[in-house]
């Protein structure tokens, strides 16, 4: 009897992948989003439209889990953007989950993960939402402790969005890596 036991514990633990810890908690993220869709202004008609824009997400467990928690990690994001030159506020939060061998990035089953971005034009601030899910690459030392992190979007969506008066939609590419707080941007922290 104790061998089966003994032999069952063993099997489910070969088996079974470990509970890895939350890797993403506390960890910075600058990304950039290259947008390319279609402006539309009432007078003006419809033109092309593009642009690149580097954000910053801080990243923490979310408390309680946002999605469920018993399969996946959940996290909450605060988005910092540049609203005019070397001025950053956090314009959205949002919530993301991760499968627990960590190498998927998934929201909202109806939206994904997303957010806005500051588009500074004209002497106003216009946003554009950016919605996506993305594949994502976790490194662990031997200890399981945090390397690296970094993600690529699968695909990703502008529904909607404003800049210089005209109104914004088309497809996103949005990819992130890991960042040392001390590499950000001045002022991102005292905000």
């Not at 996290?75 to 061998?101: A, H, I, K, R």
């Not at 960590?102 to 034009?121: H, L, N």
């Amino acid at each position: 009897m104790l061998r089966r036991l003994v032999a069952s514990l063993l099997c489910l633990a070969l088996f079974v992948p470990s509970v890895a810890a939350q890797h993403l908690d506390g960890q910075w993220f600058k990304v950039s989003v290259k947008a390319k869709g279609l402006a539309s202004d009432p007078e003006l008609g419809t033109s092309k439209a593009k642009g690149k824009f580097t954000v910053y997400l801080f990243v923490q467990s979310a408390d309680p889990p946002v999605f469920g928690g018993v399969s996946s990690f959940d996290y909450d994001f605060d988005v910092y953007s540049e609203v005019s030159d070397g001025v950053w506020q956090v314009v959205s939060s949002g919530s993301f989950s991760t499968p627990l061998d960590e190498k998927a990035m998934y929201g909202d089953p109806d939206q994904g993960i997303a957010f806005d971005v500051a588009v500074p034009a004209l002497g106003e601030v216009d946003t554009i939402s950016v919605h996506f899910t993305a594949s994502l690459k976790v490194k662990t030392d031997k200890e399981d402790a945090l390397k690296s992190a970094s993600f690529k979007s699968l695909g990703g969506l502008i529904p909607s969005g404003t800049s210089a008066g005209e109104d914004v939609i088309g497809g996103a590419t949005v990819s992130g890596k890991t960042i040392d707080p001390s590499k950000l941007p001045a002022g991102i922290i005292e905000s």
